[in-house]
């Protein structure tokens, strides 16, 4: 089963930018898709975006026109570019793979992304 590393998470103000990274121990070409979720201090865990292996893209509406998601094939990496930032952003950022199955994976450790006002 693959594992996943997200990367890239940090402190930025609000209006800021960071990109996210979520780098498979193997080939990710074979998936259907890679989720990536957050979870905010004292919330449920939520969905933010995913990258089929087609390309097709969908967001969540808090993020919409402010993220987006894509994927290296031959670096086995999705990557969330995350783009004028709010505090409401601030949360533990989390990837997943989805198989052809509709299979889910298991988490990954997360990365911090904390943005102030």
């Known amino acids: 089963q693959l594992q996943l590393v997200e990367s890239g998470g940090g402190l930025v103000q609000a209006g800021g930018s960071l990109k996210l990274s979520c780098a498979a121990s193997?080939?990710?070409?074979?998936?259907?898709?890679i989720l990536w979720y957050r979870q905010a201090p004292g919330k449920q865990r939520e969905f933010v975006a995913t990258?089929?292996?087609?390309?097709?893209?969908n967001y969540a509406d808090s993020v919409k026109g402010r993220f987006t998601i894509s994927r290296d094939n031959a670096k086995n990496t999705v990557y969330l570019q995350m783009n004028t930032l709010k505090p409401e952003d601030t949360a533990v950022y989390y990837c997943?793979?989805?198989?052809?199955?509709?299979?889910?994976?298991?988490w990954g450790q997360g990365t911090q992304v904390t943005v102030s006002s």
């Open positions: 997943r793979t989805r198989s052809r199955s509709m299979a889910l994976g298991p």
């Open positions: 990258i089929t292996s087609y390309g097709t893209t």
């Open positions: 193997g080939s990710i070409f074979s998936l259907d898709a």
